[in-house]
């Protein structure tokens, strides 16, 4: 079956601009989370959307939103880029953060804010 | 907020030794599940343990939840050049995702 899909792969974006990244989940999977990978900070939870609701929230500005589609397809947004959003942004899709199962992660997107 | 250490941070070894990560946490833990990310690639789950003393094996990797659900355990037995990569221990408490700083493990054929 297929996998995550992310897209973009790789996106170069300029200071104060925003972007908008996309995540296909599994089929089947209700449950989309976004996690920001950075060298200095690891991997940090951003939100979970489950059935078109965002259900829970990591600790990140309000620049940060998502939302989910009726698909479950999901996206992210961040608006006011700043240089230290450069990261690698990844998706994952799953029964949902009750569920008790593991995720399956999508490549992620590679973002450059310049 | 949650914080799960792993150490060590790096870990390089001769292809055929044995390798072990810990991850520990000051609180008690509702579960832990690993993953392992391969460079340039993305996080692949492995095995989510849940009761406290839990063993689990895969082939050649052991995995440990500890007694008091506070630290849990990877152990791969005769590393191999594919083993290389990050491996992740992550705590699912219903609300939040936090993963551990992880351990990066390099094989020296």
């Known amino acids: 079956k297929a996998g995550v899909t992310q897209t973009p792969r790789y996106l170069i974006k300029t200071r104060g601009q925003q972007v908008t990244l996309s995540c296909s989940p599994i089929?089947?999977?209700?449950?989309v989370s976004w996690y920001q990978q950075t060298p200095g900070q690891g991997l940090q939870f951003l939100f979970e959307?489950?059935?078109?609701?965002?259900?829970n929230k990591g600790n990140f500005p309000g620049r940060f939103s998502g939302r989910q589609f009726s698909n479950s397809r999901s996206e992210m947004n961040v608006s006011t880029l700043e240089l230290g959003d450069s990261a690698l942004y990844l998706c994952?899709?799953?029964?949902?953060?009750?569920?008790?199962?593991?995720?399956?992660f999508g490549s992620g997107t590679r973002l450059t804010v310049v | 907020g949650q914080q799960v250490m792993q150490i060590p941070q790096y870990q390089h070894v001769q292809e055929g030794e044995d390798f072990t990560t810990y991850c520990n946490s000051s609180?008690?833990?509702?579960?832990i599940q690993w993953y392992k990310q391969r460079p340039g690639g993305h996080p692949v789950f492995l095995i989510q343990?849940?009761?406290?003393?839990e063993v689990k094996k895969q082939k050649r990797l052991t995995f440990q939840f500890g007694e008091a659900k506070k630290n849990s355990s990877l152990h791969i037995t005769a590393t191999q050049t594919t083993d290389v990569g990050t491996y992740f221990c992550?705590?699912?408490?219903?609300?939040?995702?936090?993963f551990g700083t992880g351990t990066s493990l390099t094989v020296i054929p």
């Open positions: 994952a899709s799953g029964f949902g953060l009750t569920g008790g199962d593991g995720y399956t």
């Open positions: 089929s089947g999977h209700r449950s």
């Open positions: 959307y489950f059935s078109e609701t965002q259900r």
């Open positions: 609180t008690t833990l509702s579960n």
């Open positions: 343990l849940v009761k406290s003393g």
């Open positions: 992550a705590e699912n408490t219903g609300n939040q995702f936090y």
